[in-house]
Every structure is written in structure tokens, then in C-alpha cells.
């Protein structure tokens, strides 16, 4: 099994098992989903990505991690102007 296959399998994993804790604890948040999303990515592309070469599919998961960061300080934006304004 290739690495980039087992990368997509393990977060597959990760968001499945998530969303069924989701569902068993009646939870329908989809920040939280995404945020768990993004930490999974992370956590996934730091195992796979060789150091001393460069890959074609690093350049994709590169331009996929500054789209999760740039939708994640929004979100997080989003959730400070909130507390601040009650």
C-alpha cells in the first residue's frame, strides 16, 4: 500500500470514527467537525512527507493546508468577535 493510500485511509478513519461519536452524542457542529478535520490533515501529512525529496502531491496537500488555515482563522475569528461581543 502506497503511503498517500494509507494517508487518505487513516483520515478516512479518523473522520469516520469521529462523526459516529458525533452522532452518538448528538452533536451537530460542523466548525468542530472541520477543526478535527484539520488537525487530522496535519497530523497525517507531517507522517507521510518525506523530508529530503520533494513529492508532486506534497504541492497539492500544500495548497489543501493554507485553504484549511486561511477557513480555520476564519473560523476562529468568527468565535472570538462572538465572545467579545456577548
Keep these: 500500500m502506497k503511503?498517500?493510500?494509507?494517508?487518505?485511509?487513516s483520515l478516512a478513519l479518523w473522520l469516520i470514527l469521529f462523526a459516529i461519536v458525533m452522532v452518538l452524542l448528538q452533536w451537530s457542529d460542523l466548525e468542530l467537525f472541520?477543526?478535527?478535520?484539520?488537525?487530522?490533515?496535519?497530523?497525517?501529512?507531517?507522517?507521510?512527507?518525506?523530508?529530503y525529496i520533494?513529492?508532486?502531491?506534497?504541492?497539492n496537500m500544500n495548497y489543501l493546508i493554507a485553504a484549511g488555515a486561511v477557513?480555520?482563522?476564519?473560523?476562529?475569528?468568527?468565535k472570538v468577535i462572538e465572545i467579545l461581543t456577548k
Design 3 to 9: 503511503k498517500q493510500q494509507l494517508a487518505a485511509l
Design 71 to 78: 477557513i480555520f482563522g476564519i473560523i476562529f475569528l468568527q
Design 54 to 59: 520533494r513529492l508532486k502531491y506534497q504541492d
Design 34 to 51: 472541520f477543526t478535527v478535520w484539520f488537525i487530522g490533515i496535519l497530523i497525517v501529512v507531517s507522517f507521510i512527507e518525506p523530508h
